[in-house]
């Protein structure tokens, strides 16, 4: 399966830099979790401060099980708390909630 998301990220040049410095050298443990949990790819974008995640999936992969894992994962914990320095909700989305499933209309 694919799917795609999309989060903001604060609007600060410096914090985005910082950000996309991270990606470029993710920690092990979290690759490691992606593919732990049934992702085989991922893929991040940005436009300013938008960004648009594709990922790909082998069968059995579900974001609800991702999700638990997550938070048993002290590593994943420390990660996610790092990046939500950067990272901005999008409008309307619930406090805790952060990169959105983003809804297919197209295709050719």
């Known amino acids: 399966m694919r799917y795609c998301l999309t989060l903001d990220l604060k609007n600060d040049p410096d914090l985005i830099a910082?950000?996309?410095?991270?990606?470029?050298?993710?920690w092990p443990e979290i690759v490691q979790s992606f593919y732990n949990s049934g992702i085989s790819?991922?893929?991040?974008?940005?436009?300013?401060?938008?960004?648009?995640?594709?990922?790909?999936?082998?069968?059995?992969?579900s974001f609800e099980k991702k999700a638990k894992s997550d938070a048993e994962n002290p590593i994943v914990q420390k990660w996610e708390n790092l990046m939500s320095t950067y990272q901005e909700k999008l409008p309307g989305v619930e406090k805790d909630e952060k990169w959105q499933?983003?809804?297919k209309i197209y295709t050719v």
């Open 18 to 26: 910082e950000y996309e410095s991270y990606h470029q050298k993710v």
């Open 41 to 61: 790819t991922m893929e991040i974008y940005r436009w300013e401060n938008r960004l648009f995640m594709i990922i790909e999936t082998t069968k059995g992969f």
């Open 101 to 103: 499933l983003m809804k």
